[in-house]
């Protein structure tokens, strides 16, 4: 029994590990879907600003556009390194080819800004309208399809994580069921033992018993009724045991040496014994 309740302690700590580890893939993948939604962000930023700059009629109004289009070109090849670095294995083929169109898109935007920059504002707001909408519409869904790989993912290996988790409680719980009853037959056997050996005490027990009750219900006050109501028994029974006509049980014993202030070898002993033991 005490090894099976180690057993679920140790069950219990694996479950509790399982918990953090959970966490630990779950904060995974929350944050690259957070990278991916700063990707997301930043592309959608720095094409809102191309087509501005494309369809902006003065130098004045394009240089701003120009700075912040570089800024947001850095931010998002900056974030798309980063998330290099913490991606799944099976999103590389995916993000090859947002590199690939976004390469292509950025090659678009050079040209659409110069033709911005010489005043060919037209000229631009064509690219910026055809080849560079068309590369946006396939980075942005290719993205998306990363966010979904992702979050599907998570949600995989969440479950799978909730699955074992739950199997390695059940383990403990049924580790505490056998722990308990184990124990419990334990306790039966001694008390079964117990009773044995009263089954062989002398034929003189009875009635060292029985004389030794009424002297301590004596000595605490208490009439027989009264002592047969706090026991739990009738007054009958309480007579037969003072008569040694019957004796009561162990657990009988232990109460009354309880209610008379006394233990239990007081009851069972000669007055002039101290030695007699009933295998407790």
Not at 39 to 44: A, G, P, R
Request: hydrophobic share 40%; charged share 25%; with cysteine.
């Amino acid at each position: 029994g005490v090894m099976l309740l180690i057993a679920n302690v140790i069950s219990i700590q694996s479950a509790d590990k399982m918990k953090e580890s959970s966490q630990v893939i779950s904060d995974k993948y929350a944050k690259n879907i957070e990278l991916l939604g700063d990707i997301s962000s930043d592309f959608e930023s720095l094409h809102r600003v191309i087509y501005a700059h494309c369809v902006a009629e003065s130098k004045k109004v394009r240089q701003p556009l120009e700075q912040e289009a570089e800024e947001l070109k850095a931010s998002l090849l900056g974030t798309i390194e980063v998330y290099k670095a913490t991606m799944r294995p099976e999103d590389e083929e995916t993000l090859n080819q947002i590199s690939t169109c976004l390469d292509r898109y950025l090659e678009v935007f050079v040209t659409a800004m110069g033709y911005s920059s010489e005043g060919k504002s037209n000229m631009a707001a064509t690219f910026a309208n055809g080849a560079m909408t068309e590369r946006g519409i396939e980075i942005a869904g290719l993205i998306d399809s990363l966010v979904a790989a992702n979050s599907d993912a998570m949600k995989e290996a969440l479950n799978e994580q909730e699955e074992i988790y739950q199997g390695v409680l059940a383990t403990g719980n049924m580790l505490v069921i056998i722990s308990v009853v184990l124990i419990v037959v334990n306790i039966f056997i001694c008390l079964f033992g117990v009773s044995t050996r009263l089954v062989r005490i002398n034929k003189d027990l009875n009635k060292i018993i029985g004389e030794n009750l009424r002297r301590e219900r004596i000595n605490c006050s208490l009439t027989q009724k009264e002592t047969a109501d706090k026991v739990g028994y009738s007054e009958k029974s309480v007579s037969k045991w003072e008569s040694g006509s019957g004796v009561p049980g162990i657990e009988t014993l232990l109460t009354l040496a309880k209610l008379f202030n006394t233990d239990i070898n007081s009851l069972v002993c000669k007055k002039d014994e101290k030695t007699f033991y009933l295998g407790i």
